[in-house]
């Protein structure tokens, strides 16, 4: 047995002192891998609360400019270390090295971090805003703690919560991160969490900025979000975990901003089914098998229009998911879930197109699966045939006619997305406006003629939606600033004597490129 | 006896179901007013939920000046009726008619509700956002359903539930309000939602765009705040109240506003003290008295440096204090909650230094009162030494050092408001700059000089703050536009084709003076 991998805590890569250990698998082949980890206990989540918290105190005193230079110092660490990243992260989630790993996700992971470190220096994003004649000013500022992080299992950069978009926004609004890594990956996640940390060596700052666990019981986890040292936490993953911790954060009046299920409808008028039916068809199948099918933006639910193109598509699509390899899922847990999901879909009425068992043999492997129901069973059973499949699954729903669109958008949980494919002459039109107010508030994002998955950094982006997708419909998880607001506090000096303002807040624009909201009006302008 | 007033629910002013009724009193002199109110129950609350829904449907296809107009109308229709507003909301309260509320908190509140029209038509409080290269556009909109708006008793206009800051933020963003008056001025709150009703009828809203129920079980409000309809809550009083509140709200996803207890501490300095001590006294003197100290931020805990201008300090105070004849609190529950909060601190440490004790035969009286006690005291029971009392009651602290002030200041709960006192000459510098910081963390307006009582509705207040003065940092109730965003929804298009997306999102800017962050950089120009 080799020796237990160590924890980040307080800056030092410690022995744990937990007897309880885990290790992960590689899910192309379901073979154990050989490093062994620590299931942390209380102890290291008190230490690292305790370090945490030292953390938040002298971040406070150091200028933005710093955190930015350890975001753009640990994105080129990243890149360095690119090869050794992406090859552990391939043989622990079996995501593609090529393009997925190395080619999309490493750097969609180190442009996210030089997002928000441009955002961490230009100061923007916390929108500063002055009253001159009532001697007011207010921006937004740091919570004074450490944030927590959990990383899920899909994304093992981007979402890392030792590297990811919320690691990155609490960074940038200036609180140390507690990194939950997941622990389908962990040496993965700790090979970022060297990195992080040597970055933030190189910079200087606090030692604590950065720490690691990969894996804690779920009490200990509902300690650290409700800890009076935690400043809020963020949680990706699955709507259970989620909402456990949603109940413990709640509870101590700590913020907490979740990413859980979602089953992404789309819905194909019937123009768009005539116009270019098989083009659609073919999208859906890119997207919805894209990452076998484990995106948080997956489209999960198809909702089509009656007719005979309507057949067609389903039969080109069951061709296309029949005629595909099926990928590896990221785990055993994974492969559980999706099969016990398909199974509880069938049990409320949806009838297997395609696949719906499990590939024996060659890893974490389950059919491409596509299941049918009618809009009339959905609506009489909303909640038991919106149940996400996370994987390579999808559920068509059928309708008798048309008007049955509507009626199914409005029997629709929160999302993080909804989208309409309409046709290009004008005769979904009418449809169209039927459907998309309805949609638009269940879902964050709202797609026209496109599938969900590909979530642009944009600062236009919301990836974010009505519960239950998250816990709050105004966050967003993705996109500079929206997302980096979320880890703030709204400090509001009144009377304050200009020596005594942040810089931001000053009458002089401290850069002249930093906007601010100046007695209504929008400028980069000085004050006065 | 006579008839029990009606509730207005769906528009129209119904006679309560309810056999369960109340009555107010006049708490400055303790006789029980005429009228007689209903207590709603369950089928009242459905019915209000039911038609807010409706009237939230409707809203969403109206343009957004028809809510700017009703608010507009509807401000114009209080002035109308300000005598009757102020002699009810007078006799109900005790606060003075002149200059308080008819010289001071209605022209507030018609002032917020003309800034919430502005804002709704100008549209730049939910940050339309424009990536073009990514073909993403975002805005906050509405969040689909009513927002419910529980008012607090000390401001009968300016914070009630069918015509304060929260009513006006909710309509602005987009949603009805289903209002819940504060029981012990329900004659106030009849009339505002008469005055509001009929705002509605002059501009053709949906009828149900403002409901108002006087008062339910808490079962019934915490039925209300869940239910799968509401879209929000806000809540402004007890802490308790709020909490309850709170816990059903989040355990069905809802998200729910606070604003909740504040002792708003003040730091004196030792410069300060020397330099203009009696100027310092006799402006806390005014500000904990005003309105007889029934303020969220009036001053209720002071700290103060060691040594002789301090023990001069208490005596100017306590002459001030005892000089000062009474005034009404609220309500009998006032006198009993400021009583037993008076009493409790005692029972943590702290002595009576003036007043303590009722008021007989007068109304609903407490005598001003001045509690002290040590820094050493508070920091060995923070939570007891901490307690609100709400009312004409101060606590002072006692230091035995100035490097207990920072202390104090680091044992402090979130509060809304922090102030600190320094001299003009620079030697209560070095201090003030360990005390700021700290207190910086745990309020959410941080003063210089100035006593907190006040909140000025600029674009740069924060009348918010941490947990648990609030329940989130990030939010503030006074101030627009901030405080609308907290009613809506981030709505992001991908790839949604031009005349599909809302005129705020178009290339063309609307109207030539909303403010849109286009690629980064914000601005009133045209797209492209």
């Not at 406070?60 to 230079?69: H, K, L, Q, T, V």
């Not at 699955?238 to 979740?258: E, F, N, T, V």
């Not at 729903?397 to 309409?420: Q, W």
């Not at 500079?480 to 005594?500: G, K, Q, T």
């Amino acid at each position: 047995m080799p020796e237990t991998q160590p924890v980040l805590i307080g800056g030092q890569w410690r022995t744990s002192a937990s007897a309880r250990t885990f290790q992960a698998i590689d899910p192309a082949t379901g073979e154990t891998l050989e490093a062994v980890f620590p299931v942390s206990g209380s102890a290291e989540v008190e230490a690292v609360l305790a370090a945490g918290a030292e953390a938040a105190e002298a971040l406070s005193r150091e200028p933005d400019s710093r955190r930015a230079d350890f975001l753009e110092r640990y994105a080129e660490r990243l890149e360095a270390r690119k090869d050794e990243l992406v090859e552990w992260a391939h043989r622990e989630t079996a995501l593609p090295a090529s393009p997925r790993l190395g080619g999309v996700e490493l750097p969609r992971t180190t442009g996210q971090l030089r997002q928000a470190a441009a955002a961490a220096r230009d100061g923007s994003w916390a929108l500063p805003t002055i009253d001159t004649k009532a001697g007011i000013r207010s921006v937004y500022g740091p919570l004074g703690g450490p944030v927590a992080v959990f990383g899920p299992n899909n994304f093992p950069f981007a979402f890392n919560g030792a590297a990811g978009g919320d690691f990155a926004a609490a960074i940038a609004a200036g609180s140390p991160v507690i990194a939950k890594g997941h622990p389908s990956h962990p040496t993965t996640s700790k090979l970022l969490a060297e990195e992080a940390r040597e970055a933030v060596r190189d910079v200087g700052l606090h030692e604590s900025t950065v720490q690691m666990l990969y894996r804690m019981a779920p009490k200990d986890g509902l300690r650290l979000v409700s800890d009076p040292r935690i400043a809020a936490s963020a949680y990706t993953g699955s709507r259970r975990g989620g909402l456990a911790l949603k109940q413990a954060a709640d509870a101590a009046g700590k913020p907490i901003y979740l990413e859980l299920s979602s089953v992404n409808p789309v819905f194909v008028l019937p123009g768009a089914l005539r116009e270019r039916g098989d083009e659609v068809a073919d999208e859906l199948f890119g997207s919805a098998l894209m990452g076998t099918g484990q995106f948080c933006t997956k489209p999960g639910i198809v909702v089509l229009p009656p007719g005979p193109e309507a057949r067609a598509f389903v039969d080109r699509l069951r061709e296309k998911f029949e005629a595909a390899a099926p990928g590896p899922l990221l785990n055993a847990a994974g492969v559980e879930s999706l099969d016990s999901a398909v199974s509880a879909l069938q049990e409320s009425g949806a009838e297997l197109v395609a696949g719906g068992a499990r590939v024996e043999g060659a890893g974490c492997r389950f059919q491409n699966t596509i299941l049918r129901t009618s809009s009339a069973k959905l609506l009489a059973d909303p909640e038991g045939l919106q149940r996400e499949a996370f994987g390579n699954a999808c559920l068509l729903v059928e309708t008798g006619s048309v008007d049955e669109l509507p009626k199914v958008a409005a029997a629709l949980e929160g999302n993080l997305t909804g989208s309409v494919y309409s046709d290009r002459g004008g005769s979904d039109d009418a449809l169209y406006e039927r459907v998309a107010p309805v949609l638009r508030r269940r879902v964050g994002r709202l797609l026209n003629d496109k599938m969900p998955t590909g979530v642009a950094v944009s600062p236009a982006m919301n990836h974010g939606g009505p519960y239950p997708a998250t816990g709050h419909p105004g966050f967003t998880a993705v996109g500079i600033p929206a997302s980096i607001r979320r880890f703030a506090m709204l400090e509001c000096y009144d009377n304050v004597r200009e020596a005594r303002l942040p810089v931001s807040l000053r009458d002089r624009n401290p850069t002249g490129s930093l906007w601010r909201l100046v007695d209504g009006s929008w400028t980069t302008a000085d004050v006065g």
